[in-house]
Structure formats: C-alpha cells, structure tokens
C-alpha cells in the first residue's frame, strides 16, 4: 500500500515519513514546487503520478497571525486547495486523512472538547482550517479529520525548540500561564496515524470520521517551558535561571488564541485503540532524542 505525505519540509511530515518508513510502508513525501495546494495542475499530476492508496494531508497555512493579515492566502490553503486535493483524491478512490487543530475551537468549553461540539474559530487562520474540514466532509466520505494540538518535534519550528534557544541567551523567560492545552509530540501523532492507516489497509470497516488526538493530561505554555527547562537545567550552555508566568494580555498577538483548548481523545481509543501518551512521557523523550543528536539542537528552530 502506498501513502502520499503531503507538505514534505513541514514539521509533521518529516514525522510522518520517519514513522511510515519504520512501518515498513512504501511511503513517498512530496512538498511545494512539486506539488502545490493552490496550483491544482499539481494535484491533479502528482496523484496521477503516485498511484497512492492513502494521502495524508500535513501541507497548509499554518502562520496563525500573518493569516490575519493575508486571508485570501489562507483560505486558498486551507480550503481551497484541500477541496481539490479531497474532490481528486475521491474521483481517483484515494483514502484522505487530513490534520486539522484545537483553534476551530473558541476555548470557552467548561470540558475538555469533543469532535462534535460546535466549532467557533476565533481568528483566519482557525476559521480556514474548519472550512476546509467542512469542505472534505461535503466532497469525500473516505476520511480521517484528524485535530491535533501544540504540536513539538526534533524539526521545524516549534515551542519545545524554541525555548531551548532562548535558554541560551536569556536568563528568565516570559511564558503565557493562562493558555490551557496539551503539548503534543509530532511523532506520537505520525504513530497513531500509522495504526489508522494499517486499520484502513486491513479491515473492511473503517469508521471514517472526526478524531481528536493530543498528548494526555493538559497545561499551560508556562507549565510546559517549566517542565522543559527543569528537563535540561543541568545544560551548561543554558543561562536560564527560571520562567516567568505572565498573562496573554502581557504578550499580545494579532490572532486571538483559544485561552483552553484541551481535547477530548476518548473517540480515537473507542474507535482505533489508540491512547495518547502523558504529554511529560513524551516531551522526556523527545528531549532525550533531541539532546542525543547535538546537529538538531544547533539548527534554528
Ligand atoms: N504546529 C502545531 O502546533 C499544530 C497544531 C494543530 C494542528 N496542526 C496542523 O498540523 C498540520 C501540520 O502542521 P505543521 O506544524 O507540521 O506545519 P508546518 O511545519 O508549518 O508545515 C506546513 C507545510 O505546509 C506547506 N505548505 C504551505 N502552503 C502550501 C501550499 N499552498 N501547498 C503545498 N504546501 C504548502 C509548507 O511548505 P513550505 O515549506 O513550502 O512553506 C510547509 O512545509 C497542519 O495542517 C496544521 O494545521 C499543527
């Protein structure tokens, strides 16, 4: 069975490629020029090319304030262009699983949210990416939507990297401590979607659908530079002596954040089996793999 990750410099897809090759899938990664979300020649030549049995979307507009000021971007992304990849992909019988986020959410939800509570995106970049849900619903009933959170990797940029730079150059950071979610490690969500996938290639009933995944337990940005920094605070290297909990108010964005967009993941371990890891299990990992391959640490996050 082959799979076709899409948005291969990305943060996730190089995840994706990692976990679906050790799975031992026939598994080919492609990215922009080649193939390009708002260029649907590109689309439509890639998946005539590949042959893939199952795409997996990880490509879109992902820069949550400049979004703010480029819309038309956004939405071209976000969905536009995966109302085309989903319209190709089910003319050409191509499984679809798509990642969305936490921010179709307004983080106003007293409980953990479900996949089915009512979506309220508080800015663009939210809002592009729950068309673009609502647009792979209309045009493709073999899908997973999955949504996902706080996402932190070996690669790209991302929160965890970013706070082990600024524990080099800084000796107190300022962290937002009333943003509540759940930190989750990219490749714990490349290894559920194998399991999907491997489900999707052997059974003959597939529960198609919405699905939340995030790393167990929730926290705020705070809570988890804290855990990072008391991770690696026997670095020499880091000059950081302590973070600082601060308000949203006192770091402002031009995207409005959800202030709690914690998931509930009870639908994936009912459907799938699959359990998230405790998000400290995995950012210990994480960390470990990272701290054990110096190259990565040293590239810019
Ligand atoms: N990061 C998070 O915390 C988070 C949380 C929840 C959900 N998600 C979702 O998870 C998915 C993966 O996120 P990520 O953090 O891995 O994203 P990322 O690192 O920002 O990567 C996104 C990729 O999409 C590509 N892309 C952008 N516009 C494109 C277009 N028009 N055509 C083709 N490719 C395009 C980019 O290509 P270039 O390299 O060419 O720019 C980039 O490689 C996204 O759907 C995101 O919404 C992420």
Redesign the pocket.
């Known amino acids: 069975m082959k799979i076709l990750v899409?948005?291969?410099?990305?943060?996730?897809?190089q995840d994706l490629y990692g976990c679906f090759r050790t799975a031992g899938f026939d598994v080919v990664c492609k990215?922009?020029p080649e193939?390009?979300?708002?260029k649907p020649d590109t689309i439509r030549e890639v998946l005539l090319h590949d042959q893939p049995s199952v795409i997996i979307?990880?490509?879109?507009?992902?820069a949550v304030d400049h979004a703010e000021s480029d819309p038309e971007q956004a939405f071209a992304?976000n969905r536009d262009?995966v109302q085309c990849l989903g319209e190709n992909a089910h003319r050409l019988g191509i499984s679809f699983i798509h990642?969305?986020?936490?921010?179709v959410f307004d983080g106003k939800s007293p409980r953990p949210y479900r996949e089915d509570d009512r979506a309220l995106p508080l800015g663009v970049y939210g809002q592009s990416?729950w068309e673009g849900e609502e647009v792979i619903r209309q045009c493709h009933p073999q899908h997973v939507i999955l949504?996902?959170?706080?996402?932190y990797s070996l690669y790209?940029?991302?929160f965890l990297r970013t706070i082990l730079t600024k524990a080099k150059e800084t000796q107190a950071l300022r962290i937002v401590n009333d943003q509540w979610g759940c930190p989750t490690w990219?490749k714990d969500v490349a290894s559920a979607l194998v399991v999907i996938v491997q489900k999707i290639r052997d059974d003959k009933e597939i529960p198609w659908g919405t699905y939340h995944f995030c790393g167990a337990g929730e926290t705020t940005w705070y809570g988890f530079a804290q855990a990072i920094i008391k991770e690696t605070q026997d670095i020499s290297a880091f000059r950081v002596e302590g973070v600082v909990p601060i308000r949203t108010d006192d770091y402002p964005t031009l995207a409005k954040r959800p202030a709690y967009s914690v998931l509930d993941c009870s639908k994936i371990q009912q459907s799938f089996g699959l359990q998230p890891p405790q998000w400290q299990d995995s950012m210990q990992q994480c960390l470990k793999e990272l701290l054990a391959c110096p190259d990565l640490l040293h590239t810019p996050s």
């Open positions: 899409i948005g291969k410099q990305g943060m996730l897809a990215g922009r193939i390009d979300l708002c979307n990880a490509a879109g507009y992902t992304t262009g990642l969305s986020t936490d921010f990416k949504r996902t959170a706080w996402l790209g940029r991302n990219a």
